[in-house]
């Protein structure tokens, strides 16, 4: 038996629980009395505890107040909310960094926004579509829209449409 065994075996003999039933055991009885026997730390814990046992003995019985009961649950939730209060300053401290470190990359690079002056020179019915189509965005789409509607009707003109068109334009 460890010494941490033993110690709380000293314990758990003085102060038997219910969820720990005396089955008459004296296997760990015997083990116990057996590290008492080779262990001075052990025996000088043991000693304490008997002393403690005497001086309680000592004190006189007395009967806690009529309000402690109310006195300590008010208690209890006045430490409850402190200890939330805590977690809750804890993690806005350890969110703190992280939303600075954010704001600092958002003002070092803010995002390419188109410039206003760009937009007024397209198109008013180029800018409806681009607005309709969210590729405000895309300005290199908006400036280069009517190549490609004209490379998408191209997709609806049949091959011999388009040797005609090609013969005109030689």
Known sequence: MRCE???????????????????GSTTDHDALAAHLA??????????QHAALDRVLALAPA????ADFDSRFFTRLAQERARSRRRKQIGIAAALLPI???VAIA?????PNM?????LSQLPASD???AL?????????????????EAYELLGDVDAAELDRILEETR
């Open 99 to 101: 939303a600075a470190a």
């Open 114 to 118: 188109p410039e206003p002056m760009i």
């Open 127 to 129: 800018v409806d579509l």
């Open 62 to 65: 007395s009967e806690p107040s």
């Open 132 to 148: 309709d189509l969210d590729l405000v965005e895309e300005l290199d789409v908006v400036e280069h829209l009517d190549e490609i």
């Open 38 to 47: 080779t262990c001075s730390a052990c025996r000088a814990v043991q000693a």
């Open 5 to 23: 065994q033993a110690q709380r075996a000293l314990i758990d003999a003085r102060y038997p629980s219910a969820a720990q039933p005396d089955d």
């Open 106 to 110: 958002v003002l070092r690079d803010p």
